[in-house]
């Protein structure tokens, strides 16, 4: 069974830190480059971060010097947040990077971050 689930959100003060976690099952996750994704109010749904399954990462120039994504040997994708601004309260998904037909299919439930000013 395919499942994304991601955790980790919640409410910071500007200049906080979050630590997102997604555990994908192996089918999704195995050979797959891994991305976060964040969608704002009555915003689009767009990449934050990917990384590559040989471990090669990119970040979206808001984010760059701030987020950090990793990944370990049990099928979970990590997003360190630090620094964070109000404009980064969006909801956060994982999913594969590039996003397919098939994993179009298992956006997981996301997880909620609220940055305060």
């Known amino acids: 069974q395919v499942e994304l689930v991601e955790s980790g959100g919640g409410l910071v003060q500007a200049g906080g830190s979050l630590r997102l976690s997604c555990s994908a099952s192996?089918?999704?996750?195995?050979?797959?480059?891994m991305g976060w994704y964040r969608q704002a109010p009555g915003k689009q749904r767009d990449l934050v971060a990917y990384i590559t399954a040989s471990g090669r990462t990119n970040y979206v120039d808001s984010v760059k010097g701030r987020f950090t994504i990793s990944k370990d040997n049990q099928n979970t994708v990590y997003l360190q947040m630090d620094s964070l601004k109000p404009e980064d309260t969006a909801v956060y998904y994982c999913?594969?990077?590039?996003?397919?037909?098939?994993?179009?299919?298992?956006w997981g439930q996301g997880t909620q971050v609220t940055v305060s000013s």
């Open positions: 999913n594969t990077y590039p996003l397919r037909n098939w994993s179009l299919l298992y």
């Open positions: 192996g089918r999704i996750f195995s050979g797959n480059a």
